[in-house]
């Protein structure tokens, strides 16, 4: 774990929308993170405290979670979901986009694609190596850790 300089981990998730989902799962995959050595930048904590009352307050949270995006050194994106939520996937496309180290997260045990090979749409995955992306996979908050995978190994710098 790279304590010194941690790299900072841009969280891509929808769970900023409850409530209940803050206080929950989204603070279960926080401490989960920061536990391996990430700068979580959790964009509900980060950029939504702008008035809605103002105006234009849509675009400048929007601006503000691009610019996030574009400086993290990776993005974590939780892909739940059928689809998963759209401003996740924009913001995991600018990821690709931009040649960040892409980590996938999904619990949802449902299957929402037509690739045999692939559990969600096949996009989602062109960010991810063609070989060996399950590495960058994760399907539960124990596997976040595993030294095996990408996350651990990008974290701590192998």
């Not at 008035?51 to 234009?56: K, L, Q, T």
């Not at 994106?77 to 690709?96: R, S, T």
């Not at 929402?112 to 692939?118: A, K, N, Q, R």
């Amino acid at each position: 774990m790279n304590t010194t300089n941690p790299k900072t981990l841009y969280l891509a998730n929808p769970y900023g929308f409850s409530a209940q989902q803050r206080r929950g799962p989204l603070q279960e995959l926080v401490s989960a993170l920061e536990s391996m050595g990430a700068e979580v930048w959790e964009p509900f904590a980060r950029n939504n405290q702008i008035d809605r009352s103002s105006p234009n307050w849509a675009y400048r949270i929007g601006q503000a979670d691009l610019r996030d995006v574009r400086e993290a050194d990776g993005l974590f994106a939780v892909v739940n979901g059928c689809p998963p939520d759209e401003g996740v996937m924009v913001e995991l496309g600018m990821a690709i986009a931009w040649n960040k180290p892409v980590f996938l997260f999904r619990d949802d045990f449902r299957r929402c694609t037509d690739s045999e090979g692939y559990p969600i749409n096949l996009m989602v995955f062109t960010g991810l190596p063609e070989n060996g992306w399950e590495s960058s996979w994760y399907t539960s908050m124990e596997e976040l850790a595993d030294p095996d995978k990408a996350l651990a190994q990008w974290l701590s710098g192998r």
